[in-house]
Every structure is written in C-alpha cells, then in structure tokens.
C-alpha cells in the first residue's frame, strides 16, 4: 500500500511519512515509521510511565519504568528505546508489568527522599501546605522546592507506591549552591541522564556528564570544576528537563506552582526569542523556552523574572517640589510634565529612547515629539550587542523626555527640564524633575522587531508593579494633558494599524539558537541604560567569573555568645552548644531565645533543647530553613553570636499529671528533652514519642529513652516500626483503652495540627508550642498572632504552649505565608559563600 | 611531580597522532597519557579536549569510569596489603588497618605528601606467607602491626625512585 492510500485513509497524516499500524492494548493505531512504540502510545492517549524519556531527545533506556509486553517478544522491552512495528501487538499496564514499574520506581525512591509519596496523611498535609516550605536540602516532597512538578511523585501516586521493601537511604553528598542561578542538589538525582543529554542535544557539547560509575555515579564536571569553568552558558535546559529537584532554579524554586503559562517574546535584546512564562496570580514566577529543542540565554531563562519582581522596581509616579521627589498620583504627575515641558516646546526639547521599545511605543514617542512638543530633536539609540551607549543632548536643547536611563552623565547637567520615564531608579532618576514608572518586557504588549528584521509579538504576560503604566499610553494620556488631538488610542491594535511601513504578520517561532545562549560574551550587560546584573544576583556572579566571589561572611562581633560545638544531627538539622550563662542559670522547660547571628541578622527564636548550668551553656537544635538559619548552621565552634536573648516565653507549667504522652518532630525531639526530664522528676510517667518522614531522619533515641518510662520511634514511610506519625501511636493506645492525661506536641505546626485533630475525640488535654510561626519574640512584631478560644494571642508572649484543641489552625496556616515573597528573595541575592556549606569560614578568623 | 603546560601540548600532540582524533579512540588515547605521565594531568586532558573538541567534561566522565584512570600523581612507594582468604584468616585486616592509621589514607588514596599510594588487592598467589604485604613489589611475608610500622618508617625517608 502506498503512503498516499495510505493518508486518505487516515487525514490525520497527511504528510508523506510512511506509517505502520500495530495494536496497542487492542486498539489499532498508526504510527510514523521510526516512531517509538512510547511516543505512539502517547500519542494516542495510552499512558506508558517513564522517567528517562524526553520528547526532543533520543531513546536512552536508563530508568526501564516504560516498560511494554510484546508479542514475540521476550521478556519485558523498554517501549521508549523499541520503533513500533507493522503488525505489532502490545498491551501496557497489565498487572505484571505494573507490579515491575512498582519495583522498579521502589527502588529509585529508595535513593531519592520521598517518604512523603508514602506517607497516608499526606492529603491533609497538601492541604495544610499549599506550598512546599523551604529548607536547606530536601528530606522528603515538603520540603523540596519542586514539589509540583517532580515527575517521580506524579509517577509513584499513579502507580500507588504504598510501602518501600527495605529501608530509604540518603546519599548525604554535598549540595552545590555555588553555581550562579542553579542549585544542583545530588541527593535527589535519579540519574535519568535527561541533563546531560539536553547539554548535548541543543549545545553539541557536555558541560556535564556522568562521572564516577556505580552506586558513585553522579552528575558532574570535569575534576569537579564549577559550572562557569565548564563552560555552561546557563541556558537552564537541564533544569527544564529534570524531573526532579536535583537541579532547580534557585530563585523559582520555592515559588508556588504557576496556575498559567503565556508564551511571548523575550525584549532583553534583538535575538526576540520565544518564552514560555509561568505566571502565578498575574506575577510571573519563570520562564524558559518556548522550543525545547532550543536554549534560550542566561537573560530569558534567569534574569527576567528577578528583573522584574525587584524591590526597586519604580511602581509610582515622583514630582520634584521644594528640590525633593515626592510620591504623587498619575494626574498630578502628568499635569507637573505638561507644566514643565510646555514653555520648551520647538528644538529646545528632546525626545531620548533606546531601540528595546515595541514599535508602538516607539511610533507614539515620534508622534509626541513632532506634533505636540514641535521638535525635531527625536533620538532613538540603536541596540549594540555588547557595548552600551548612551546620547548625548544636542546643542541648544534645554529639555528632554527621556524613556530609560541611556544619557550622558555630562548632558545631564546642561538640561534645566528633565522628565524621566523607567522601570528602575538610574543617576538620571535622580536628578529628574518628574519620574513616572512604566511597565518593562513581559508586563507589555506590542509588536517589535527582532535583528533580522522579522515582526515578533508582545503578549502581556504579567501584571507591572502598582500604578507602572504602558509607555504608549502614558504618552498618549500626556499628549491629551497638552490639548493635542489625534492620541485617541484605547488599545495597543489600534497603533500598530497606523505603523508606517504597516509590519508582516508576527512570527512567533525564530528556529534559531541565539547567539548569547552559546557566547556569553554576546549577552546583554544593559536594558534601557540600567545594567541588568544590578538587579538579578545571578548575574553578578555570572560576570564575576571563574573566580570565587569575594567571601562574604557575616560580620565580626565582639559578643560574649560563643559558638562551642556546632554538628549536624541528620540531614538539615543541626544542635549547636553556645555559652550563655546567664540564659542557662534561669531557663526552665518550654522556654526560647532570640538569636542574632550579627548585628544586621534577623532575629530568630529557637528553644532552648537543653542547658548546663555548670558549664553555662545552652543547647538549641536548628533546622536549615532560609537565610537567616542558614548563617547559623554555617558557624563554627569558636566564632561569636552578636546575641543571645533570653529565656523568653512561659514555661511549661510542670506539675504531677499521671501519664504524660510527648509527641515530637523535626526540631521538637530535641526541644521534649528538657520536657521530659521535668515532667518525670515531677513524677509523671512520660512515654515520648518521636517520628520522623523517615528512619534516618530521627536522633536523640538513647537519650529519651534514658530520659522516659517509654520512648517510641515511628516513620511515616514504615522505614520503622510503628509505621505512621506520633499521634497514630498515641491515638492507638487511647483507643486500646490507656490512660493518658496529657499530650504534649512539640513540631511542625502541621505535625501539632495533626495532634490535636486526633486526640480531640478523646477529651484529652492535648499542648502544642507555637514556636514555629514566631519572628521577633517580643510581641512587638505580630507575626505569631494567633487565635486561642476566640481570643487574640501572641504565641511569643502568651505561648508558646496552648491547649491545641481551641487554636484556630486555618488561620494559622494561611498567616505563616505572608513573608514568603521576600523570603525567597532574600535567597536569590545571598553571597555564593553564604549558600554553601563547603567554603564557609567560621567568624572570627 | 607537575607538568608543565607545553610538555602537556607536545604529550598530548604526539599521541593524539599516533591515534588520530576520534572518538573511538579516546580511551587508548587516555591510557597512553597515563602511561607517560602515571596519571592524568587535568591540563592534558583540557589539552586533550581541544584538540579532539570532546568536553573536557565528558572525556572526565568517561575517564573516570574506569577504575584503572587516576588524577593525581601516583605516590613513589605502592603499598599492596593482600586480603585474600588466607591474609584474611591470619588478620590481614589488622594489618590494613594499620597502615590507614599510620598514613592517614584510605585504600586507593595517596598520601598528601605522594609518598605512598595505599591499596588492597585480593590475592597475590603465595598464600603459604600470609599475611602479605608488598611494596613496590617486593614481598613482604608473614607481616605483623610492628613490622609495618617499621616498613613505613624504611620508605619514608630518602627518595629512591
């Protein structure tokens, strides 16, 4: 039969591919000759799991998840690597092979912290944490920045993972947090080699590659030089194509998950290249390239999101009074233009713009400057590749609009009128007599014209910050204020009819590599005047180079708080021995203190875990969450805390209860220690429970079991036995009939939630300690206002111990992400050294 | 033992074209440059990358494969500590543990002054002497914790390679 028969029969082919027709789970279907029996599969609706597989690359065969039955085929072929075949009969997803991709996803997990695909609460946890929460290295999906989109938790909820055969382990290799833009974390990778295979698909080279081999094999460069040294040009593909989080973009990480993606063009330069962004409620969170077939530069991958979300981002309009710029509305800043500008009308006034505009923009500026302000004087700079210009007034000018910060310091001076229009404050700024915002790359809409010459389109993707406005119609609405007619535009269309020549139908896919996405010396160092790394941190340490950024550590303190032993307990958490005397002589069980790193440090709450009065020391157990944890843990024993505050809070009241049953989590194992050991020379019988997502996670084990009448350890991920949370165990002896007086929940406030949900039907006094939403510790900040009873607390003054059946938990969840945004800001601009835990140097050198 | 940038050039030049540029040929290739300069320096293998226009990246992915590549000069003296059935019956592991304490490496390192590689092999066919120990070579039969000790010391002092 010919291939033309053959695509009247099916009009879905109708090019000139031959095809071939096999069977897959009874259904006949065709297939392009060559195709792969997985991407005809899935073309036609029928779901084969993989890992490895990527739509743009070729077969590789690692993960063996893709797994197919064939007839007259022995054993179990990888569907991934096996080109579908005339005749052939292939049945997916029967029992056998689900039982295999079972295993087989087992035994990935085994390597790859993921107690939490097995944990059975993990439902209620997804719901209490809408968002991943950050910590310094993942130890299970809560707590790892790709939650959302990690292909092995997708997988293992649709192959119903439910227990693993034996216990989980974690690789405990270093985590590279060095790299510009990229955390490359090992302990996640599952070797997929889809990284390593991208690098070569779209660059033709490998900046990485799999070294070592065996249980060793990792993800690596060349004598495990860094990224910059191995020549990566961070196109970020293979952060695109990883399915897990082992390599994630440092600043979307930790962003909730896009709810929609707009693609557009990139206007950081004249390449235009075509972006994907994820936008999540109108703020644009990532992006990456619209072809995965090709990389994008380091500027459309990294740079654009942190460009655009800065903090000193221009979001209202300034109008100098009295020699001051002061904050002002639209009206007011339009009429202090049409003020200022009026009496410069004719060749005293100058129009100044770069050539990043869209030709909308553009065409309004020319029509402004010609018919209202009745100049000639319109400059518009031209784009260069690498050097950056800036204009010069022309003589006799006296006035000048400037779009942008692209002028001559020494023309500055000479202007008695200076009206800027920007995205970011520049020296120019600074001295203008009017600033108002505007809107920047993907905020805008247009037409623009990439260096070949072609239309490319502007889809507004994203909302600017407050009252930024579109270049075209602040000019529009600023021509209006002068009395000029012809500006009526409502929509961006509506000018781009008008253009002059009118432009070709936009062209949305270039097909090209961009320069700069192979030489980083073809990217751009400047946008509309302003460099562009002085806004995104990435970039600062892209163009730093090979060498290490200069080192720069917290500051030197002359405090009396030294740091004597600083260890790491499991994975992320850490117990650190300080001197403080004087905290250690008054603390009592329950209590917390404040710490400050340096001076400029945020202030943290961590309980006191233990103390020695002898000795004057006291003992907190930290847990890498963001920054400010972060320079904690990365203190030697020998360097010196700024302060030390404390004890703060109420003590647990400690009196004779009968039976006290503790369950603890994360930091709260080490922080029950001093709990029990009260409790039980009170005279209580104290049964601690501890949990942990999984086995390796939990410590402290002979000490309670020396310090209890009963200590038990549980893993959610059955790693352990009891199998569950600590409440399962406690919840399972009340049922049985035990007596328990009190509880007390010491955790996560998911894991305290959980406490108190569970032990409510059982009337028992049930305490859970509020430290964890705490900020400053005093009651001034209201960051761990709380309701208790239908009354307002404050967990740091009133707490950190409330009766956990009358808090209100809704509140507190939602409440515990209102500093999010500059959390993660905050990590996006940290010093390399301050990231990683290798090249830390203690304080006092 | 360092290697100067241009030895590198003219090392890796002469046998990429004895070899030629191919891909196929990177592993011999690799294991002539081993050969002469008992390990692979990382500027030969830039060197090498240029040349071949494979990454200096992947050709460390492959090198690295093998057990038989190394990337640091081997050290003057080679101890092998046998922990075969027999060496291991007669307490060769108390012998091995001994010489990690005493040169503070693991089997397969060098010590930081590049006196000794350390090494463990299975056996080295005279079980009869067990345990064995042999440096450079040379077998050293029936060995004790003291008898190392003194063994070490012998090696340490002037170079005789």
């Known amino acids: 039969m010919s291939s033309v028969n053959q695509a009247k029969v099916n009009p879905e082919h109708k090019h000139k591919t031959p095809t071939v027709k096999l069977t897959i789970d009874g259904r006949v279907v065709a297939a392009k000759k060559g195709q792969t029996v997985l991407d005809c599969a899935g073309e036609n609706g029928i779901l084969i799991p993989h890992l490895c597989s990527h739509p743009v690359l070729p077969p590789f065969g690692a993960c063996r998840l893709c797994l197919v039955e064939i007839e007259g085929m022995r054993g179990y072929p990888t569907s991934c690597s096996t080109p579908a075949e005339e005749g052939m009969v292939v049945r997916t997803g029967t029992e056998a092979l689900k039982n295999l991709q079972r295993n087989i996803l087992s035994l990935i997990i085994l390597e790859h912290p993921g107690a939490c695909l097995l944990c059975e609460k993990r439902q209620i946890c997804d719901e209490f944490r809408p968002d991943a929460e950050k910590a310094g290295s993942a130890t299970g999906c809560h707590s790892c920045g790709s939650r959302d989109s990690c292909e092995v938790r997708r997988l293992a909820e649709n192959l119903g993972i439910k227990e693993l055969p034996v216990a989980p382990v974690y690789l405990n290799r270093p985590i590279e947090k060095t790299h510009p833009f990229i955390d490359h974390d090992p302990n996640l990778c599952i070797l997929c080699g889809r990284c ?93 390239s619209a072809n995965e077939n090709i990389p994008v530069c380091a500027l459309g991958k990294f740079a654009l999101a942190e460009f655009l979300n800065g903090s000193g981002r221009l979001h209202s309009c300034y109008v100098r009074t ?199 010396k073809q990217m751009r160092t400047h946008f509309r005047g302003h460099r562009i790394d002085g806004h995104v941190g990435g970039l600062r340490e892209l163009n730093a180079g090979p060498e290490p950024a200069p080192v720069s550590m917290p500051a030197q303190t002359k405090g009396t708080f030294e740091i004597l032993d600083n260890r790491r307990l499991v994975p992320n958490t850490h117990e650190i021995v300080i001197r403080a005397p004087q905290v250690a002589s008054k603390a009592q069980p329950g209590q917390f203190v404040i710490v400050m790193v340096d001076e400029k440090s945020e202030r943290v709450p961590y309980t006191l875990c233990d103390w020695n009065i002898q000795t004057g020391t006291i003992t907190i157990v930290v847990q890498e969450k963001g920054l400010s944890s972060r320079k904690l843990i990365l203190c030697k024993p020998g360097s010196k805390l700024a302060h030390v505050i404390g004890p703060l809070g109420v003590p647990l009241e400690i009196k004779k209860y009968g039976t006290v049953a503790l369950a603890a989590g994360c930091y709260g194992i080490a922080a029950i220690i001093p709990v029990a050991r009260a409790l039980k020379n009170a005279g209580n019988t104290v049964l601690a429970v501890t949990e942990a997502r999984t086995g390796y996670l939990l410590y402290y084990g002979d000490r309670l079991r020396e310090l209890s009448d009963e200590h038990v350890q549980a893993a959610i991920d059955g790693s352990l036995s009891p199998r569950g949370h600590a409440v399962d165990v406690i919840a399972g002896r009340l049922k049985s009939g035990e007596k328990i007086d009190c509880v007390i929940a010491i955790g996560c406030p998911f894991m305290m939630m959980l406490t108190a949900r569970e032990t409510k039907p059982y009337g028992v006094k049930t305490l859970a300690a509020l430290n964890p939403i705490m900020l400053d510790g005093t009651g001034m900040c209201g960051a761990c ?57 203690p304080i006092n050198r | ?88 019956v007669r307490g060769s592991w108390q012998l091995l543990q001994e010489l990690q304490q005493r040169l503070g490496i693991k089997p397969g390192q060098t010590t930081a002054d590049g006196r000794f590689d350390l090494r463990r092999v299975a056996c080295i066919g005279c079980c009869a002497l067990a345990p064995v120990v042999t440096v450079d070579g040379n077998v050293h039969a029936r060995m004790t914790p003291k008898e190392i000790a003194l063994l070490v010391k012998q090696h340490s002092g002037k170079k005789d390679r």
């Open chain 2, 1 to 88: 033992m360092t290697v100067s940038a241009q030895q590198n050039n003219a090392v890796v030049a002469e046998l990429l074209s004895l070899h030629g540029k191919d891909r196929s040929h990177l592993i011999t290739v690799l294991q002539d440059i081993q050969q002469h300069f008992g390990y692979l320096p990382r500027q030969a293998v830039t060197q090498l990358a240029q040349r071949t226009g494979i990454s200096a990246n992947e050709i460390y992915g492959v090198a690295t494969f093998y057990a038989q590549f190394r990337f640091i000069p081997p050290g003057e003296h080679i101890i092998q500590v046998c922990q075969g059935t027999a060496c291991h």
């Open chain 1, 322 to 520: 009295d020699g001051i710029l002061r904050e002002t509305d639209w009206q007011e800043a339009l009429a202090a233009v049409k003020d200022r500008l009026w009496n410069y009308r004719g060749d005293k006034f100058a129009f100044i713009c770069d050539s990043t505009g869209t030709l909308e923009d553009r065409f309004i500026f020319r029509k402004f400057t010609r018919d209202v302000m009745q100049s000639p004087n319109y400059i518009e700079l031209e784009g260069a590749d690498q050097a950056f210009k800036r204009a010069a007034v022309p003589a006799g000018v006296k006035a000048a609009f400037i779009s942008g910060g692209c002028i001559e310091a020494d023309s500055l001076s000479k202007l008695e009128v200076l009206i800027i229009q920007d995205c970011y404050p520049s020296e120019a700024s600074g001295r203008a007599d009017v600033v108002l915002p505007v809107r920047v790359l993907a905020e805008t809409e247009g037409t623009i014209k990439d260096r070949f010459g072609r239309h490319r389109p502007l889809l507004k993707a994203c909302e600017p910050p407050k009252a930024a406005g579109s270049e075209w119609m602040i000019i529009c609405r600023l021509a209006k204020t002068f009395g000029a007619e012809g500006f009526n535009y409502e929509f961006v269309a509506d000018i781009t009819k008008q253009l002059n020549p009118p432009p070709a139908p936009p062209e949305i896919q270039t097909g090209q590599t961009p320069g700069p996405a192979q030489d980083l």
């Open chain 1, 196 to 288: 390593v295979r991208i690098c070569k698909h779209q660059h033709k080279t490998s900046v990485i590659d799999f070294t070592d081999r065996s249980s060793r094999t990792r993800i690596g460069r060349a004598f495990d030089c860094s990224l910059i040294e191995a020549g990566c040009t961070f196109c970020g593909s293979c952060v695109d194509v990883c399915p897990t989080g082992a390599l994630a973009e440092r600043y979307a990480k930790w962003q909730p998950a896009p709810d929609k993606s707009v693609k557009s063009t990139c206007t950081f330069c004249d390449w235009a290249c075509e972006l994907e962004f994820g936008i999540k409620q109108d703020k644009l969170i990532c992006t990456k």
């Open chain 1, 785 to 841: 206002r709380l309701t208790v009873d239908g009354k307002m607390k404050f967990a740091c003054v009133d707490g950190p111990f409330f009766d956990a059946h009358l808090i209100d938990w809704d509140e507190l969840k939602d409440r515990r992400r209102a500093y999010s945004a500059e959390e993660i800001h905050s990590l996006a601009a940290t010093a390399p050294a301050e990231r990683s835990h290798t090249c830390a140097r």
